[in-house]
């Protein structure tokens, strides 16, 4: 059974930086794709990045070149690295569950939501 320890986040200035990062136990952190998802106050919750076996990336257009997602085998966690937030970026973060293949569905923890907020 896979579970997930979420901490990081909190409120920023515009142009200020956070982490986000997700403490996975029952499932090696690079052998998967792991991705973070955000979700603003009265939208719909959307992909922010992805990455795949702790290697290759996927990055949302609107947070390209200002967000990175990364692993560290080590402790087993997949982080979300975010510089010169901006208001816009204010939402919940939040990691799924590791996944084998793009078209599984996101699996969430039950876990506190903790905001992101600038």
């Known amino acids: 059974q896979v579970h997930l320890v979420e901490s990081g986040g909190g409120l920023v200035q515009p142009g200020g930086s956070l982490r986000r990062s997700c403490a996975v136990s029952?499932?090696?952190?690079?052998?998967?794709?792991m991705a973070w998802y955000r979700q603003a106050p009265g939208k719909v919750r959307e992909l922010v990045a992805d990455i795949i076996n702790g290697g290759h990336s996927n990055i949302r257009d609107s947070v390209k070149g200002r967000f990175t997602i990364s692993t560290d085998s080590a402790t087993n966690t997949v982080s979300l690295h975010m510089d010169r937030l901006q208001p816009e970026d204010t939402a919940v973060y939040l990691c799924?569950?590791?996944?084998?293949?793009?078209?599984?569905?996101?699996?969430w923890g039950q876990g506190p939501q903790v905001p992101v907020s600038s």
């Open positions: 029952g499932s090696a952190v690079n052998d998967y794709i």
């Open positions: 799924p569950a590791p996944k084998s293949s793009f078209s599984a569905p996101p699996s």
